[in-house]
C-alpha cells in the first residue's frame, strides 16, 4: 500500500469515526447518554471514558492499552515456580521476561472495575450458568464450564496469533487508524458471530 492510499484511508476512517456518532443520535434521539434507560452505565459514556483512558496510557507509560500479554505473563510466572530454567531459556520469555508489569495491573484493576461497574450499575448477578446458556444447553455446571474454558484458551491462541486482543486492536490499534487493526477487529466480529449463530440458532 503506497503512502497516498494510506493517507486516504486514514482520512476517510477518520471522518466515519467523527460522523457516527452524530448520525447514530440524529436517527434516534432517545440514545443520550446522560439519560441511558438501562440501569447500567451508559455504553456512551464508558466508550468516551475508554477512549480518554487510552490518551492517557499513551501519555503516561507510552504503551497501548492490551491484554493478551497478561497471559503469557502468568504462564512464564507459574512455569519459574515449577520448572524457572526451563521457562527462562524459552525464547519468548528471554526477550519478554515474565514480571509484574503494569499490563499485569492493568487486567487485575479491568477486573476490579468490572465488579465495581457491575455492583453500581445494578447488574452484579451470582450464577454460574446464564440463563440463555441454560435455555439451549441445560444446567450443566461441568458442560459450560467445559466450553467457557476452550473458548478461552481459543481466544487466548488467537489474541498471541494476531499480535493483540479486542484491547490491543480493537482500543489502541483503530484509535491510531492501524489498518492491520481494523481488519483484525472486523475479524472479531466476524468470529463472534458466527459462533454465536452455531451455538444459539444452529
Known amino acids: 500500500m503506497n503512502a497516498t492510499t494510506h493517507h486516504w484511508l486514514r482520512t476517510l476512517a477518520l471522518m466515519m469515526l467523527t460522523l457516527w456518532p452524530s448520525c447514530v443520535f440524529a436517527a434516534d434521539p432517545a440514545l443520550d447518554a446522560h439519560s441511558y434507560p438501562g440501569p447500567a452505565w451508559s455504553p456512551y459514556v464508558v ?95 461441568a458442560l459450560r464450564g467445559g466450553v467457557a474454558f476452550a473458548g478461552g484458551v481459543l481466544m487466548a491462541f488467537g489474541a498471541r496469533l494476531a499480535g493483540g486482543c479486542t484491547s490491543g486492536h480493537g482500543i489502541s490499534g483503530t484509535m491510531q487508524l492501524n489498518v492491520a487493526s481494523w481488519i483484525a477487529v472486523v475479524c472479531f466480529f466476524i468470529g463472534g458471530v458466527a459462533v454465536a449463530m452455531l451455538l444459539f440458532h444452529v
Open 47 to 141: 466508550g468516551a471514558g475508554i477512549g480518554v483512558l487510552s490518551w492517557l496510557t499513551f501519555y503516561f507509560s507510552d504503551k497501548p492499552i492490551g491484554a493478551s500479554s497478561f497471559y503469557a505473563t502468568v504462564a512464564g510466572l507459574i512455569g519459574k515456580l515449577f520448572a524457572r530454567k526451563h521457562t527462562e531459556q524459552l525464547a519468548y520469555f528471554k526477550t519478554e521476561p515474565p514480571t509484574v508489569n503494569w499490563g499485569f495491573i492493568f487486567v487485575l484493576a479491568t477486573i476490579g472495575g468490572a465488579l465495581i461497574a457491575s455492583l453500581t450499575g445494578g447488574e452484579f448477578v451470582n450464577e454460574w450458568v446464564p440463563e440463555m446458556w441454560s435455555a439451549r444447553f441445560g444446567e450443566s455446571i
